[in-house]
């Protein structure tokens, strides 16, 4: 039975990820903060020596784009100083496991078209810096440890349980509370005219244990789906769901000072391991989620 520690796995993808990993037969650590804090070197230790790992994966980190611009200098420290702390711990009390860190879209330069792992990289947020630089450091840590460390750049991934910090169950939520009420309704909304791949989250961590149990032919993976949909398209599914009128408002509030306007995966790395959930079953799940609450 392999030993696996997800780092962060109280989180939205941490959930699911555990749930994959156990019905694969995968004895699974979880280390969660504030108890095993990735700012805390000794934490990571701790939980690497009691792990005893053969796979880990390191989900904790500042994950939202906007959080990102909010708090930069916490976004460096946690997603590129926490991942150095683990990557030691790894290095010193279990040098032959193999680790998974979880990159983002949010890396690569803009590009019109799908985006493969050879496209130059050129983040224009905080978050998508702090992505490259774990990148860097993992390359860094195989050349001079010879650590087994492999990268994803996954693209937006949703599901039950994912915070309304982010668009998708934000829409899902205001949507689902005004067909509720059974009156007509507005709804605040951020930048429309992105046009995002987006996935289910069940089906990326299948590709995250898969990336794990099998030996690995790059250091890099896209994780999504390989297909676009406009934020706008997406909205007017969700809002298809409800019986009530709802007028959309944009909110300056929830635009960002920088947005990519295309990001969209190609997955020919993947491709063999991808399940292709449609993204408008998982947003019927969510909004019926919300409107059973």
Not at 54 to 68: R, T, W
Not at 138 to 163: D, P, W
Not at 186 to 200: C, E, H, Q
Not at 236 to 265: N, S, W, Y
Request: proline fraction near 5%; aromatic fraction near 10%.
């Amino acid at each position: 039975m392999p030993r696996t520690l997800v780092i962060g796995a109280s989180g939205f993808v941490g959930g699911y990820l555990v749930r994959e990993l156990e019905s694969a037969g995968h004895s699974v650590f979880q280390a969660n903060y504030p108890e095993y804090d990735l700012l805390n070197p000794s934490a990571m230790e701790n939980a690497v020596k009691q792990a005893a790992p053969d796979y880990v994966v390191n989900l904790a980190a500042i994950s939202s784009v906007g959080e990102s611009w909010k708090n930069p200098v916490q976004t460096l420290d946690v997603n590129v100083k926490g991942t150095l702390h683990l990557l030691d711990a790894i290095q010193q009390f279990a040098p032959h496991a193999k680790t998974l860190l979880i990159g983002s879209a949010e890396e690569y330069a803009p590009k019109n078209s799908p985006l493969s792992e050879t496209d130059p990289l050129e983040a224009s947020n905080p978050y998508g810096i702090s992505k490259i630089a774990q990148e860097n450091f993992a390359e860094l840590y195989r050349k001079k440890f010879g650590m087994k460390i492999v990268c994803t750049r996954s693209f937006n991934h949703t599901g039950i349980g994912q915070t309304p910090t982010f668009a998708l169950p934000s829409f899902c939520k205001q949507v689902a509370e005004i067909d509720k009420s059974g009156k007509p309704g507005k709804i605040f909304v951020g930048n429309l005219s992105a046009v995002r791949d987006f996935s289910d989250v069940s089906d990326v961590v299948h590709v995250y244990r898969e990336l794990l149990e099998n030996e690995n032919e790059f250091t890099v993976y896209n994780v999504g789906s390989g297909i676009s949909h406009s934020v706008e398209e997406l909205l007017q599914t969700i809002i298809g769901f409800a019986q009530v009128k709802i007028e959309v408002v944009q909110d300056p509030a929830k635009m960002r000072p920088v947005d990519i306007p295309f990001l969209c995966a190609d997955i020919s790395r993947i491709k063999k391991f991808w399940r292709g959930t449609s993204i408008q079953t998982t947003m019927q799940k969510m909004f019926a989620d919300f409107r059973n609450r």
